[in-house]
């Protein structure tokens, strides 16, 4: 078999499996542990999977945040919408950066009296026509493809802050790996957010579920919350729910 063809076949499996050992690899295909370690080495540097020992899980494609922005939005609408009504008067919410959680702060009632810390520039944007939300700004180096503060002076100030609720940008959760990021950067900001608060909630398109990237944040047990979407039946939620989380499907 050629190389095109093993990758090709790899790949069909990773996305109808949603994951790869490579000990079940070296005996279908008949080729060498080497063999197979360098396909999926090769596959991982085109960013088409994420390497984990033993094999490989499907890992999500990047996009910019205006791509972003611009899919699955009734996904993201009925997801923020459903997260914004976790949100109770006097609380003080830390928010990350992310499009899903951008669209908590569009969802967001004119009544509702908070306070809102955020490293995103585009949620401090929007809730500065807010007439009822305090919004703290962290300093910090401009990320430009994220809209968001990132370093030290980010995390810094994280660690002066009990929060009450956290929405977590999600980019990878898995059940076995946890949450990930493909930038290191922002991985140590998400951790940050996420030990300083008293219930952290994850928001997360259905397509987030069951990928990984290359930078751990934390575990999945780290989460008091995953708001998704319908798209997944009950079955694939069940390894999120075994590990304490409540899931929360939003109907679009």
Do not use: W
């Not at 999926?40 to 960013?47: P, T």
């Not at 809209?147 to 995390?155: D, H, L, M, R």
């Amino acid at each position: 078999m050629l190389k095109e063809e093993r990758h090709h076949y790899i790949v069909d499996r990773l996305h109808r499996e949603g994951k790869i050992l490579a000990t079940d690899l070296v005996v279908q295909l008949n080729v060498s542990e080497d063999t197979i370690r360098r396909d999926l080495n090769e596959l991982a540097e085109a960013g088409v999977l994420q390497r984990v020992h033993g094999g490989a899980l499907p890992r999500l494609q990047s996009a910019s945040y205006e791509q972003r922005m611009q899919e699955t939005a009734t996904a993201k609408v009925a997801i923020a919408r459903t997260a914004a009504g976790l949100i109770h008067d006097g609380q003080v919410v830390i928010m990350d950066s992310g499009t899903t959680v951008h669209e908590i702060a569009n969802q967001l009632p004119p009544t509702l009296q908070a306070t809102i810390i955020t490293n995103s520039i585009p949620i401090a944007a929007t809730l500065a026509h807010h007439p009822n939300v305090d919004v703290h700004i962290l300093g910090g180096q401009l990320k430009k493809d994220a809209q968001a503060t990132i370093g030290v002076p980010v995390i810094d100030a994280l660690r002066q802050i009990r929060a009450d609720l956290c929405f977590l940008g999600i980019c990878s959760l898995h059940p076995e790996i946890g949450i990930s990021v493909p930038d290191k950067e922002e991985a140590y900001i998400k951790r940050a957010m996420l030990e300083q608060a008293a219930e952290v909630i994850a928001v997360a398109e259905a397509a987030k579920l069951g990928t990984a990237a290359p930078y751990i944040v934390g575990p999945l047990n780290a989460l008091t919350y995953l708001l998704t979407d319908d798209v997944l039946d009950e079955e694939a939620l069940t390894p999120y729910r075994a590990q304490g989380i409540i899931v929360v499907r939003a109907g679009m």
